[in-house]
């Protein structure tokens, strides 16, 4: 405890505000020192943030860009104990014609001045923007990105958003794509780190003394689905970009003496990536990136890699930019063949272990099939919560009705580039005349030339994606959507169907289909589907593990102590479902603000049905103090830090209106149920697991807390 104790001391006093002073005149000589005080003003950490050019280059033919990792810096990350900063001080020299640029964000976990509130996702969007204007005077220049730890997954993050850039769109992300012709990842924890516990154990005992966040590192503990879902993104974004893995062969001093692994091999490395180069530097996680001298091994190592990939930067960026024109021409009507011969895009196939829904199906019937003569364009939205089996509903209700519609037009609209080539391609493959219309023209081309249609647009879950201009308006054709976003339900509140739990009968006989097995009673069948909430995709996968198993009754048991790896297991090749349970719920978790992730998280300690809003706004106005049984008792010190958490989630005034719109981000994503009435909610109970198994212990014991006090917060005895 002692070695704790120091440790902590430690940390307090290196995140004191610095004493350095700043002047311009200091600010426009790179590496001069600043340990003397200036009288301009106390130098800010925000002050490093942003691009820094480190080498200007001589005639420069390609952009080295460095970024940090977790608690890291522009410059100190990169600085070996003699001050040498390799990357200006020996790499300028070694490569003289690359502009080297070092990039600094927030990645501070704990400060005394501010810390980010930032997302990976918000960090990787701010990056793009700012080297977007860093290089606005020649945006085709070859970049190579050199990225350490967390830095990796930014820009991982960052290379998948330009991926999903539309091509008609101002292009300035997808310039940055084409131009990567190599990604350097140093100590870049693709599947987690070990000791994120121990680091937010430490920031919530430091949080007394500093400004700590857990915002940057939540996602990165080990086998976590945010990490899954980013690598998932980038591999389709880098196929053409040359990959070097570095992983770290020494362990890393950590609290108390002890060494740990960091980014161990199998999380610093790519399993089945035959095109990226695996090499290890003879370094610990924070020395891999530090070279006192040219010398030095880990330098030539790194040297040598960089050297290979500027001397083919240049032609292989070209071949990548003729490539993307001709795409862009493509997508401007140009350059088109006019014999060409465009197939239409398959349609979905229906599950062979399909359970039939009737209510539902039949509500989608009555809804795209109207009985009578229209004065609107029949439509039909399918929203809820991912994995509740919305695809699978459209496509069995599409397959048994097609020959109803002249033609059934699949688009997939999971990203808006996907989308648009899916609505082009709808119209290019009616014949070689076609060939060069733009989606937008077959939009048009369906308001006004055909008839009969289906058009099914599916997984539109983004919240930042408009469907309007991709929706033709003619009475004379129908649409469905299938989305986790119920603000889609305003593209028609006439014909919006929620998709929520199968029915008890449903649910199991999903169930034994999977499992392949045939119970005389369905009693231990209906405890398993009760407590998996009836979500579909759950039950397959605890269908599918009990065909492997074949112990339908010892499932149960198993899963209440192994949920988390079984909820995590990506469903078998041949499966309908593409991620796991977990992997379903994080796509739209993520998308949620802060303030109502952790609303959702209070809740998950909460009975799952009925949640009262008049439980927190009593609390607020109680001030979140914990009443007894002899309430003139202040409340104790250790529920200081829980009451400013609280506080930041709820606010110390009651905001009404502000509550509301907390609910109101969570019940677009399908995550609550809000009554009718607008008095209560409820949280899905499998949703409730999820978020139990992402925090750690204490956060655990600080939830628990909370929630067993809030019925007395809200309900306080009268004074004696």
Not at 610 to 639: H, M, R, W
Request: aromatic content about 8%; charged content about 25%.
């Amino acid at each position: 405890m002692s070695g704790l104790r120091s440790r902590l001391k430690s940390i307090i006093r290196s995140s004191k505000p610095s004493s350095q002073t700043v002047t311009d005149k200091e600010a426009a000589v790179p590496g001069l020192d600043l340990s003397k005080p200036s009288p301009s003003r106390t130098k800010s950490k925000k002050d490093d943030l942003g691009f820094l050019e480190l080498a200007s280059g001589t005639d420069p033919i390609v952009d080295i860009i460095a970024i940090h990792g977790l608690d890291g810096h522009r410059e100190k990350t990169w600085t070996a104990e003699n001050g040498i900063l390799w990357l200006r001080d020996l790499l300028k020299a070694d490569i003289p014609n690359a502009r080297i640029l070092a990039y600094g964000y927030d990645a501070d976990t704990r400060s005394q001045e501010c810390v980010s509130t930032r997302t990976i996702y918000q960090n990787a969007d701010k990056f793009l923007k700012s080297l977007s204007r860093q290089r606005s005077d020649h945006p085709r220049r070859p970049i190579i990105f050199i990225a350490h730890s967390l830095g990796g997954i930014v820009l991982k993050q960052a290379l998948g958003l330009c991926h999903s850039e539309t091509v008609d769109s101002k292009n300035d992300f997808r310039d940055i794509l084409v131009s990567t012709h190599a990604v350097l990842f140093f100590g870049t924890p693709h599947f987690g780190v070990k000791g994120v516990e121990l680091l937010q154990t430490m920031n919530r005992l430091l949080s007394v003394y500093l400004k700590t966040t857990k915002v940057i590192v939540r996602n990165l503990k080990e086998n976590s689905s945010a990490l899954e879902n980013i690598q998932r993104l980038y591999a389709s974004a880098s196929k053409e970009i040359e990959t070097v893995l570095f992983y770290e062969v020494y362990p890393t001093p950590i609290i108390g003496g002890k060494r740990q692994m960091i980014v161990p091999y199998n999380s610093a490395t790519i399993a089945g990536d035959r095109q990226a180069i695996e090499e290890g530097l003879d370094a610990d996680h924070c020395e891999m990136v530090k070279f006192p001298n040219s010398g030095h091994a880990n330098y030539a190592t790194v040297l040598s890699y960089l050297k290979q990939h500027v001397e083919g930067a240049t032609a292989g960026v070209a071949k990548k930019w003729c490539t993307e024109d001709a795409y862009r021409d493509l997508a401007n009507r140009e350059d088109l063949s006019p014999n060409e011969v465009v197939l239409p895009k398959p349609s979905l196939t229906v599950p062979r272990n399909y359970i039939d829904r009737p209510r539902i199906q039949s509500l989608i019937t009555q809804h795209l099939l109207p009985s009578s003569p229209v004065r609107r364009q029949p439509r039909c939205i399918l929203h809820g919560i991912g994995g509740a089996g919305k695809t699978q509903l459209a496509t069995k209700w599409i397959r048994d009705n097609e020959n109803k519609f002249t033609r059934v037009i699949f688009v997939d609209a999971s990203s808006q580039t996907q989308l648009e080539k899916d609505l082009g391609l709808s119209v290019h493959c009616l014949g070689p005349e076609y060939s060069k219309m733009t989606w937008k023209e077959a939009v048009a081309y369906l308001d006004g030339k055909e008839t009969g249609w289906l058009l099914f647009f599916d997984n539109a879950d983004s919240p930042d994606l408009n469907l309007r201009p991709y929706l033709p308006n003619s009475i004379h054709g129908t649409i469905l959507i299938t989305t986790r976003n119920s603000e889609c339900s305003g593209y028609a509140p006439d014909g919006a169907i929620p998709v929520g739990n199968l029915e008890e009968s449903e649910a199991v006989e999903l169930l034994h289909v999977i499992a392949n097995v045939t119970p005389p009673s369905n009693v231990r069948s209906l405890e398993i589907v009760r407590e998996l909430g009836m979500l579909a995709l759950a039950i397959t996968q605890a269908g599918t593990y009990i065909r492997k198993t074949r112990r339908l009754d010892t499932y149960l048991d198993t899963f209440r102590k192994h949920h988390n790896r079984l909820l995590r297991k990506k469903p078998d090749i041949g499966s309908e479902y593409t991620s796991s349970t977990y992997a379903a719920f994080d796509l739209s978790f993520e998308y949620l603000p802060p303030k109502a992730q952790e609303l959702l998280k209070l809740c998950a300690f909460l009975h799952h049905s009925a949640i009262p809003i008049s439980l927190f706004e009593q609390s607020v106005k109680n001030g979140f103090i914990t009443y007894t049984v002899l309430n003139s008792c202040p409340p104790p010190a250790s529920d200081k830090a829980l009451i400013s958490n609280l506080e930041e989630i709820l606010g110390s005034i009651w905001d009404e209106v502000g509550f509301h719109e907390i609910l109101e981000s969570a019940s677009r994503a399908s995550f609550i149920d809000i009554s009718s009435d607008g008095l209560v909610y409820g949280v899905h109970p499998l949703l409730q697991v999820y978020i139990k198994d992402s925090l750690d212990e204490e956060e655990k014991s600080a939830l628990w807390l909370y929630d067993k006090t809030t019925h007395t917060w809200s309900h306080p005895t009268s004074r004696r």
